[in-house]
């Protein structure tokens, strides 16, 4: 039996132990649904992997059951935190399944689709507008759209195309924006025009943090934008002008707005107001000292003191039932996912394709990480999720998109 193989049972272990400990604490009112909607995602996940395995869509055979790894604990922490959900993000599980299968057949035209990169450019700043134009406040964020019953997340889709048009732009203009053509102090720039995509780029990161009040979103688009750039380029002049202007952009913000204000404020000294507006932080860095480091146990913490616990402080929850032992395993499978990640990137042999891998497996990485730093107060908290795990369709579908574009990369050149 394929060792993959070995992992998706294993993941899916976890699953059905996880859901069985919670019928336990249902007795004895057992709900099978969540045993069947299980059932039909492990189906489908071992039908998509056989799949995998004949190599004829990717090349990559580790990537998928990573990926479930990450559903399934985040199904069994919904069932535990909040049971009206569990049912749905299977749904969505097996929706993002479909659509990454779909996205693997489309493969073959991903090359002709990035020859478009100014059609992409456009498009990537009208879906980063959207929210800001026609969003509506969730969550303290102005980063929702509401299309009658279904809430969709633009910035979730946003940071695929945001990818593609890098990956397109930065490795049509290479040469020019590697060479100099202007010398400013010590900064090494070409012409003005080579670089006002990325100016532009950076400037709507700036605006979802200022309107949106989307500090996740605007800091991971801004590290995408500037990573990939530095990745292109290897210019240290990007960097340090990057840097000038989010350095700039939060200092006004901070100084204009009384949102930007508190969100700093919380971070610096969460115990100037533990029972206000620093209570999920509070709570939150409460729950990891008392899992310490083995946890209270799966279902026998009290992770619900946390507002709105399934979504962006799901971590939290890992960390007091499951303890550092849980949260390590989760922040090894991101490392994991990262390093095959970069590895289709290096076995890429067109800039286009190396840039591309390296945008998405850059865009998982940062993305756990900048949530897993805001609840532990590493940084000051944000409102993206966590990916796979976290509660949220778009948020599902978007990883499985990306998570299929990259498997799409892997048949460009084998990987082990």
């Known amino acids: 039996m394929s060792k993959t193989f070995v992992l998706l049972l294993i993941d899916f272990g976890i699953l059905f132990l996880g859901l069985g400990e919670l ?44 990926v479930m790894f990450f559903s399934c604990i985040g199904i069994i922490m919904l069932g535990r935190l909040k049971p009206i959900l569990c049912v749905p993000q299977i749904r969505w599980l097996l929706i993002g399944m479909a ?17 478009y990169q100014y059609i992409l450019g456009v498009v990537t700043l009208f879906v980063l507008c959207l929210s800001l134009l026609f969003g509506t406040e969730i969550g303290g964020s102005k980063n929702w759209l509401i299309l009658g019953p279904i809430q969709v997340q633009p910035s979730e889709f946003g940071k695929i195309l945001l990818v593609l048009f890098l990956s397109s732009y930065l490795s049509d203009h290479r040469q020019m924006l590697t060479e100099v053509k202007k010398r400013f102090l010590f900064l090494d720039l070409p012409p ?58 939060a200092l006004l913000s901070y100084a204009l707005f009384s949102h930007v204000q508190v969100r700093f404020n919380i971070w ?6 533990p029972t206000g507006q620093a ?28 507002p709105e616990v399934h979504t962006d402080f799901i971590f939290s929850a890992i960390g007091e039932e499951m303890g550092f032992l849980g949260c390590s395993a989760i922040m090894l499978g991101y490392m994991l996912f990262f390093y095959r990640g970069v590895k289709i990137a290096l076995n ?23 949530i897993i730093a805001g609840v532990t107060k590493f940084l000051p908290l944000t409102g993206i999720t966590l990916p796979f795990i976290s509660y949220g369709g778009s948020s599902m579908v978007s990883g499985f998109i990306m998570v299929g574009l990259l498997l799409a990369l892997s048949n ?4 082990a």
């Open 268 to 273: 610096l000294d969460p115990w100037a107001d």
């Open 412 to 415: 460009k050149e084998k990987v």
């Open 192 to 249: 003005l025009r080579f670089i006002a995509p990325l100016l532009c780029i950076w400037g709507i990161a700036i605006l979802m943090f200022v309107i949106q009040r989307d500090l996740g979103s605007a800091l991971l688009f801004f590290c995408m934008a500037v990573g990939m750039t530095y990745m292109a380029t290897g210019s240290k002049s990007y960097v340090f002008i990057a840097l000038c202007f989010f350095g700039v952009g």
């Open 99 to 115: 659509v990454m299968v779909l996205v693997l057949m489309l493969a073959k035209y991903f090359e002709e689709i990035l020859q």
């Open 348 to 370: 890429c042999q067109k800039d286009l394709y190396m840039l591309s891998a390296a945008g998405f497996a850059v865009a998982f990485f940062l993305q756990a990480f900048i």
């Open 279 to 306: 209570y999920q932080v509070v709570q939150s860095l409460f729950a990891f000292g008392a899992g310490g480091v083995w946890g209270t146990g799966f279902a026998h913490g009290q992770p619900l003191l946390i």
């Open 23 to 66: 019928s336990l604490r249902q007795y004895p009112n057992y709900d099978l649904t969540p045993y069947m909607w299980g059932g039909i995602a492990a189906a489908g996940a071992f039908i998509v992997q056989i799949i995998i395995l004949k190599g004829k869509l990717c090349k990559d055979k580790w990537l998928f059951p990573i």
